[in-house]
């Protein structure tokens, strides 16, 4: 088990829902990687390398909810600056897959 936080450790981790707008291949990341534009709402616009390509099809994301830490600081990979961080679950073999959504939610919400 982890360390025990407080619940004001957790509320400075701002987790939001987005919708992906754009999913393009990111030849020059060191491991397989997507570059994605995800709409978090009011927050606007944000991209962030995701290394899901192995259980996701680029077309497949687009328009698909992902729950993302938007207050991270910006992070450069390779050429690219990730301005925030999608969530997921690494499998059996470490490959991720991704936090999901029950039921659509308006971009930018904040998980509670």
Not at 22 to 36: N, S, T
Not at 39 to 56: M, N
Not at 82 to 100: K, R
Request: glycine share 6%.
């Amino acid at each position: 088990m982890a360390d025990l936080i407080t619940w004001d450790d957790f509320e400075k981790v701002d987790l939001r829902a987005g919708t992906i707008l754009e999913a393009v291949d990111f030849p020059k990341a060191r491991k397989p990687a997507y570059q994605l534009r995800i709409d978090f709402g009011e927050l606007g616009i944000l991209k962030s390398s995701a290394q899901i390509t192995r259980h996701y099809k680029k077309d497949d994301l687009v328009g698909r909810q992902v729950i993302a830490v938007v207050n991270f600081p910006k992070k450069q990979i390779a050429d690219f600056m990730s301005e925030c961080l999608v969530t997921g679950f690494p499998d059996e073999h470490g490959d991720i897959v991704l936090s999901s959504i029950e039921r659509k939610v308006p971009n930018g919400t904040k998980l509670m």
